[in-house]
């Protein structure tokens, strides 16, 4: 039986926490986020090899994952739209196995323009999955576990990029990097066909016709709503100080006075366990303290780990880094799930547009820190992401005071 029969006609029949579909859901949503990010990042640790091998300065070899971030940005944009026509399961699929198959053919790579064009085009595949993930998480989950839900969902994204980032630098050490990214791919491969089998069918999804006038209509309007726009600004800014510290804290910890090795560097991607716990954790907390608490805390925990992350002692820095992704990764859950509480219609189109800002914040403040890198070292690096989260705690501020929607 296809997706589109067996949606349900009452379109009430949620997904409730501790039942069996909410674990189905849970592990393939698990496996969707961890295979994006886990294509997604793998190359940020390679970023100095990039610059040493290709001869060019570190803001042009932060590109190969700039130019992913952006086609993703704009790829979700369309997404949203053909998933309302296709189907969430159907445009998540075709997804997860096209940039299984772009990171196996990463294989053949050998120039940086070939890189680059594979890497755009790993990120027009890639828009499928985050935003309609989302999409589908807001319409199936029951109100008590969709905040939860997309704090497991995170879980997924943290430890794919965490896995990717680890993972490449840690294969670089025995094969060539082309070969590095090409196993990840395998391995995505696998969980694409886990995501596959895992899947619950969508109860509470609508089919429309596709209409490309539609896409335009449905982004006017949220970009007409100020709650939208305050949770599309704080993805944009956030995301932009976080791609940014993981960019250049690599160049920082291979230069002197840590002389790292490259694998060494790699495992401060660790942290990113505290990520995924700590989103995990930030929506049961949502419950308990509330969105307006939580949003205003984890940014000043962000804000926090930003101003340790300049200390001169290694083990200092470390914990800078992951307190200042415990507390990024809690920002992400709380304003993604509040994206699909402010909005009534569109879900994926709006999903789409907070994604948008958020990677392309990713493109714009990763490249333009290593600007920063250049001219300033560390210290203008955490100034332009200190600069980045005060922005973002204002947008926050701004958005409490909106009236609520639920």
Known sequence: MSETETYSETGNEQIRIGTHAYRRANLALFCA????????????????????????????????????????????????????????????????????FLALATYASHSFEYLLILRLAQGVALAGVPSV??????????????GHAMGLYISGNALGGMSGRIGSALLCEYVSWQSAIAIIGFISLILSLVFIKSLPASNNFRKRPFRFGYLFTSLYQHLHEPGLLCLFGLAF???GGFVSLYNYIGFRLLAAPYNLGQFQVSLIFLVYLL?????????????????????????????????????????????????FTCGFFSVHAIASSWVGRRTLTAKAQA????????????????????????????????????????AAFGV???LLKLPVIE
């Open 33 to 100: 986020g961890f295979v994006t990010f886990i294509t997604l990042y793998d190359l940020q640790p390679l970023l100095p090899l990039f610059a040493l091998e290709f001869g060019v300065i570190p803001a042009v070899a932060s590109l190969p994952l700039s130019f992913s971030t952006i086609a993703l940005a704009v790829g979700m944009l369309l997404a949203g739209t053909l998933s309302e026509t296709l189907g969430r399961r159907t445009v998540m699929t075709a997804a997860l196995f096209l940039t299984s």
């Open 133 to 146: 993930a989302m999409a589908y998480l807001s319409e199936e989950m029951d109100i008590n576990s969709i």
């Open 237 to 239: 800014l956030s995301m």
């Open 275 to 323: 990520g995924s716990f700590s989103s995990g954790v930030a929506g049961k907390l949502i419950h308990r303290f509330g969105r307006p608490f939580m949003i205003r805390l984890t940014l000043t925990v962000m804000l926090a780990g930003t101003a340790i992350t300049l200390a001169e002692s290694l083990p200092l820095i470390i914990i800078g880094v992951g307190i």
């Open 351 to 390: 999903s789409s547009l907070y994604l948008f800002c958020y990677y392309l914040g990713s493109s714009i403040s990763g490249t333009v820190g290593g600007l920063f890198w250049m001219h300033y070292g560390w210290n203008g690096v955490a100034a332009m992401i200190t600069i980045l989260t005060i």
């Open 396 to 398: 926050a501020l701004l």
